[in-house]
Each structure stands twice: as structure tokens, then as C-alpha cells.
């Protein structure tokens, strides 16, 4: 997945500079971890490196930040990535999976 921002963010507290970044969640029972990196995008789907993450070492991250959790009245089935709680300058990047929520707050600096 790739995340792009024409503008510096303040993302949970960190700094974001403008760019594009490859964009990992961290996924643990109690914790997730939004992670943006600096590795490029993988150019084509290669069944046999599916595993691997694109590569993925944590030397590149650019921002890596806990996510804050909240339980959903519902399930998703699908892995959902969405904005929420949208203002002109602000909002949530949010990720929801099963009956969970985790989002991180994101302001223009």
C-alpha cells in the first residue's frame, strides 16, 4: 500500500514530511502499528515474495506511531483503510478489521 501527503502532517504526535511512502500496519492482539516507509512500491505481485513484505527492514521507516483501538458494533470482513472525523486540516487515518478500529490522528503542520 502506498500513502502520499502533498503537505507536512503531524501524525500521533510525529512529524511527516510530504512524499509518498509504502504504508505497513503492525498488526498484534492488544497493539497495532502504522509504520511509512521510505521503500519504494513493489513493482509487480511476485507470489513467491508475499511473505517477505516487499522487503520490509525497519532502517527506512520514516514514521512508525501505535495506533489508538476502539471495538466496532459490527464486523468488517474486509481489511478497510479510511478517513474519518475529516476537518479541512485534520482528521483520522483509520484501519478496520474484524471488530476493530484503530486509527491515528493526523493534523496539517
Known amino acids: 500500500?502506498?500513502?502520499?501527503?502533498?503537505?507536512?502532517?503531524?501524525?500521533?504526535?510525529?512529524?511527516?514530511?510530504?512524499?509518498?511512502?509504502?504504508?505497513?500496519?503492525?498488526?498484534?492482539?492488544?497493539?497495532?502499528?502504522?509504520?511509512?516507509?521510505?521503500?519504494?512500491?513493489?513493482?509487480?505481485?511476485?507470489?513467491?515474495n508475499k511473505a517477505e513484505a516487499y522487503n520490509y527492514t525497519p532502517d527506512r521507516d520514516v514514521l512508525r506511531v501505535m495506533m489508538k483501538l476502539d471495538a466496532l458494533p459490527y464486523s468488517v470482513d474486509e481489511f478497510t483503510i479510511a478517513f474519518v472525523d475529516m476537518t479541512r486540516t485534520s482528521g483520522r487515518l483509520a484501519v478496520m478489521w474484524d471488530q476493530t478500529m484503530g486509527s491515528v490522528a493526523f493534523k496539517m503542520q
Not at 500500500?1 to 498488526?27: N, Q, W
Not at 502504522?34 to 511476485?46: F, G, I, T
Open 1 to 48: 500500500m502506498r500513502f502520499k501527503t502533498d503537505v507536512a502532517l503531524d501524525c500521533g504526535g510525529k512529524a511527516l514530511p510530504a512524499g509518498e511512502y509504502s504504508m505497513f500496519i503492525g498488526l498484534d492482539e492488544r497493539e497495532w502499528t502504522l509504520v511509512l516507509s521510505s521503500w519504494p512500491a513493489q513493482q509487480q505481485y511476485d507470489s513467491a
